[in-house]
Every structure is written in structure tokens, then in C-alpha cells.
């Protein structure tokens, strides 16, 4: 079943993204801060530290084809989710094999995420001059805020989603034993 | 082991490239959105819309009660402010007609700010903040155009960036650029106009660049910023802002005025795609 659910919730964080300014307060929405949503992410980083085995890359996988569905839907310049999505994900399902899997580790790998992604996300941005934003103001005015928004949202789906994945992952890796 | 570090520096080398690619692809200017593209923005766009329909539910149950509170208040302004207005439509109504005459005269019938509205709902931002972008929920099929103007009640937002059949994406003014200038007026009333280009944003001031034309020009703080027309993109007539401050430009060679934006942009919902009307007669060659 796994199969189907995971690109749903995938899919379904993505719509969310888009929709969530409406939820937040105004005043978080027209200050200074900049404040990116990285759920997906978030959600790809749950999948490879809880669903995936060792030797399995299903959220590498999905993480090239949303990374890529985020940079068609939301920006104009392509390529750039899908390539620093993937290479963070990698990483961390590269981290998790050192550590062992619980909820401070979950917790800590997430914020690592968010901070790499977002900061390579920056300079791939700077690099390609779509953005001004100078090294220091770009740190106070949207890396620290976004890595706070983003833990926070990790708190709110943490209890729900990793149950759920664990049990796939038994599901999926045990009756056919390989990707 | 070595056989695999080196496969995995191969991948990510391709995928630099394959970066480097797409990155080039979609920073030339193309015109048209690629059938895949435009796929998944209806489709994901379909989807917001669906989502979007309980949150404006509730968030509109909160706003009706609040409302309701001060219609009396509202109502006795409306009926004063009717009386104004009545005379008001009077004076428009003649004004047009001696337009329309004087242009009869003159053998011109179009006028560069004749447009027909195109109505549309926001539907989602864009979660990445460096770009200042909306989705809207009208497109191709709709007759949105890319660059076509984007305003609400109060004025412009910004321009079709593309459009897909059934969405589109508009860049927020805030978001232009030196690429995306506008041509605009600075009407004054008992001074003469002077002309310059709105040329991107300072997100510190929080207001648009308006570069003006001569170094002479005598612009006071207060004078309401309309599009002019000229660059042929836009329509004449889109109000944009408001003066704020009047400077000196770095090298001193013209001067440089701070413009409020004239339209809240983080609480519209609805919006008008303008199409100029020009846009008639592309039809008919169709």
C-alpha cells in the first residue's frame, strides 16, 4: 500500500505549501522574515530515516520527482529543488546509518536538512543572480526563521506519520524483501 | 567499494549537469510553457483549489461577523457619500461623451487604455520567498496572456509571468526586475507631469525604484504614480503608488523616487488579468 500513500502525502504537502500563507497570521506573512516551507523535505527525510533500509533509495527516488515538480509549480527556474533535494536526502540517509533512529536523531537530522537545502537553494540562487539578499541578512532574515517554522511542523507530524511508515516499511521489505 | 564511491561522484556530476541545463533552459526567454509544465500546474492548481474552498469557508464566517458589526456605522457614510457621487457620474458621463467625440474626430477609435477585464481568484504563493509569485486560477482558455497586467480594486500587482490552460502565474510587482520595466507618469496637479521607468524593488525601503527621466524633473512626495502606456505592454492608466521620497541617484545623474505600492498585496484574494485591447484583433487572426 505504501506505494500509493507515500507520493499521496508527497503530493498532498506540496499542494499545502502553496495554500499555507492563507493559514498563517498576516503578521508573520508581510515582515521582513522570509519564511519557506520545505515539507516535502521534511516528509523525504522521514521516509529515508524511518521507511527506507540501508540499501534501499526510495526517497532519493522521490525526492528527484518532487524536488523537480516543486521547481514547475512554485519557481521559474527549473532544477534546482530537484538537484539539492536528492543530494540532501542522500546525505542524511547516508547520516542515519551511524546513528540509531529515534526522535531526537529524526529531530536533529530534519533541522540539518532544512538548513543545507535552504542554504544551497540560497546560493544556487545567488549564483544565477535571482537574489541580492548579502550572506548575513540572508541568515537572520530567512534561515533562522525557516529552520524554527519547519521544526515546528516536524513536532506536528512526527507523532503521526512515523508509526505509519515503519509499519510500510515492514509491510514493503518484508514479503518482497528488495526494491 | 571504490567502484561504487566512483559511480556515486558520476551521479552527482551528471545531475550537475543536468542542473547547469535546466537552470539554461529556463532562464532563456521562452515564450511558451512546455505541454509537461503546464500539466502539472493545472493539475496541482486544481488541487489548491480544492483545498482552498474549506479555508475560505471558515476564514470568511470571521470576516461576515465582523462585517456585520460595523454595517450601520458603513451605511450612514455610503448615503452621504451617495449624494457626491451622483454629480460625480454626471460630470464622467459628459466627460466620456466629449472624449468619445473628440476621438471620432481625430479618426481614433482605440485608445491604448480601453482593456477588458479578466476576473480571477488568488490560489496559492509561492512557498519559495525569492520568488514573488502568485497562482491564479484563470488561463490559456480564459484568454490570459503572458505579460498581460494583473490589478485589484486599488492597482496594479503585477504581470502574467506564464500561462498554463487553466492557470496562471502572475509575478508580483515586488518581484520585478531591470528586465521588467514599466513606463509610468507622475501626475501632478499643479505641476506638470513627468515620465520615468519603475525599475525593481528595495526590499529595505519596501517600495519600487522609479527612475525618472530628467534630472530637472520636480516631484513632490504624495504624487500618485499611473502607468503610462508606452512600452506597449501594459495599458496607460494602471495606478501603481504613491510617492514617498525623492533622492538623487548614486552616480547624480538623475533622480530616483521611492514609490509605495498602491495595492496591498498580501491579503488579495481576487484579482482582474487586464487585457488591452489589441488583444481583440490577435484573436480574429486566429
Redesign the interface.
Known amino acids: 500500500m505504501a506505494k500509493f500513500y507515500l507520493p499521496f502525502f508527497l ?1 498532498l504537502l ?10 498563517l497570521p ?1 503578521s508573520l ?2 515582515g ?1 522574515w ?4 520545505h515539507w516535502v523535505l521534511l516528509y523525504l527525510v522521514l521516509i529515508s530515516i524511518f521507511y527506507d533500509l540501508e540499501n534501499t533509495y526510495v526517497s532519493v527516488l522521490y525526492a528527484i520527482v518532487f524536488g523537480l ?12 529543488y ?2 539539492i533535494y ?2 540532501v536526502v542522500y546525505g542524511i540517509h547516508g547520516l542515519k546509518k551511524l546513528l540509531h533512529t529515534n526522535f531526537l536523531v529524526a529531530l536533529v537530522l530534519s533541522a540539518l536538512a532544512v538548513a543545507l537545502a535552504d542554504t544551497g ?2 546560493i ?2 545567488s549564483f ?1 543572480g ?2 541580492e ?1 548579502p550572506w548575513q541578512d540572508y541568515f537572520y532574515i ?1 534561515l533562522i526563521p525557516t529552520l524554527l517554522a519547519n521544526v515546528l511542523f516536524l513536532l506536528l507530524i512526527y507523532p503521526l506519520t512515523k508509526p505509519k511508515l515503519v509499519k510500510w516499511s515492514t509491510e514493503r521489505f518484508n514479503t518482497s524483501g528488495k526494491l | 567499494m571504490s567502484f561504487f564511491r566512483r559511480t556515486r561522484l558520476f551521479i ?1 556530476l551528471i ?2 549537469i ?6 539554461g ?3 532563456s526567454d521562452r515564450s511558451n510553457l512546455t505541454v ?2 503546464e500539466f ?2 493545472d493539475t ?1 492548481g486544481w ?2 483549489g480544492v ?2 474552498r474549506p ?1 475560505e469557508f471558515t ?1 470568511s464566517i470571521f470576516s461576515n461577523i465582523d462585517e456585520i458589526k460595523h454595517t450601520y456605522e458603513e451605511n450612514q457614510l455610503l448615503k452621504e457619500r451617495l449624494a457626491d457621487h451622483k454629480s460625480l457620474l454626471y460630470e464622467i458621463q459628459e466627460l466620456k461623451q466629449d472624449n468619445e467625440e473628440l476621438r471620432q474626430i481625430l479618426d481614433k477609435t482605440e485608445s491604448i487604455s480601453d482593456y477588458e477585464p479578466i476576473q480571477a481568484s488568488v ?9 514573488k ?1 502568485v ?1 491564479i486560477n484563470k488561463g490559456k482558455q480564459d484568454g490570459v496572456k503572458k505579460n498581460m497586467a494583473v490589478i485589484t480594486g486599488q492597482g496594479m500587482v503585477g504581470k502574467i ?2 500561462a498554463a490552460e487553466f492557470s496562471s ?1 502572475v509575478q508580483l510587482l515586488r518581484g520585478f526586475d531591470g528586465s521588467n520595466r514599466i513606463s509610468v507618469t507622475v501626475s501632478q496637479e499643479d505641476k506638470e507631469d513627468e515620465s520615468g521607468f519603475v525599475i525593481g524593488y528595495d ?1 529595505e525601503k519596501e517600495a519600487l525604484m522609479l527612475k525618472l527621466n530628467s534630472y530637472e524633473s520636480e516631484v513632490e512626495e504624495g504624487a500618485l504614480v499611473v502607468s503610462s502606456g508606452m512600452g506597449g505592454v501594459f495599458i496607460r492608466g494602471l495606478e501603481i503608488g504613491i510617492v514617498e521620497e525623492v533622492t538623487p541617484d548614486k552616480y547624480g545623474l538623475t533622480q530616483m523616487a521611492y514609490v509605495t505600492p498602491a495595492a496591498d498585496v ?2 488579495m484574494d481576487h484579482v482582474i488579468v487586464v487585457n488591452a485591447a489589441d488583444g481583440n484583433q490577435q484573436e480574429e487572426e486566429e
Open positions: 503530493l506540496l499542494v499545502l505549501e502553496g495554500v499555507a500563507v492563507d493559514f498576516n506573512v508581510t521582513r522570509m519564511i519557506a516551507a515538480m516543486i521547481d514547475i509549480v512554485y519557481t521559474s527556474v527549473l532544477g534546482v530537484m538537484f536528492p543530494l537553494i540560497y544556487v540562487y544565477i535571482l537574489t539578499l530567512r | 552527482i545531475g550537475f543536468v542542473l547547469v541545463g535546466l537552470i533552459f529556463s532562464l509537461g509544465e502539472l500546474k496541482v488541487l489548491q483545498v482552498h479555508a476564514s490560489r496559492s504563493q509561492s512557498p519559495e520567498p525569492f520568488f509569485e497562482t509571468q506564464s502565474t526590499e498580501d491579503n
